[in-house]
């Protein structure tokens, strides 16, 4: 039977996106703590980028950019204020 990680992603603040003016940067809070599961990401994600000392994990899906901290992730160049809900579910590569 699956585990499940994560009970629940709330996403909490939509900012200005940095990178394109036209779009939005999204954060989000995990229910859980998501540490020991980034390094097994860093192994599987395309071009994953994982630093233990922080610790974090930034990677690129369907051109965001996405950076995974233990309780919180965050994510630039969204469209729009729905955008985020896949991409927090599922970080399959």
């Known amino acids: 039977m699956p ?5 629940k ?3 909490t603040t939509f900012l200005p996106c940095l990178a394109d ?7 989000a ?3 859980d703590d998501v540490r020991k599961v980034l ?9 994953a980028v994982y630093n233990p ?3 974090t994990l930034t990677f690129q899906k369907d051109g965001r ?3 995974l901290y233990p309780h919180v992730v965050t994510m630039a ?3 729009d204020e729905e955008m985020p809900r896949p991409p927090l579910t599922g970080c399959e590569s």
């Open 65 to 67: 950019l996405i950076t």
């Open 39 to 47: 390094p097994h990401l860093n192994a599987i994600l395309p071009r």
């Open 77 to 79: 160049k969204v469209r």
């Open 21 to 27: 003016p036209e779009k939005l940067r999204a954060v």
């Open 53 to 55: 000392l922080t610790p």
């Open 29 to 31: 809070e995990f229910s």
């Open 3 to 7: 585990v499940s990680l994560l009970r």
């Open 9 to 11: 992603v709330k996403v």
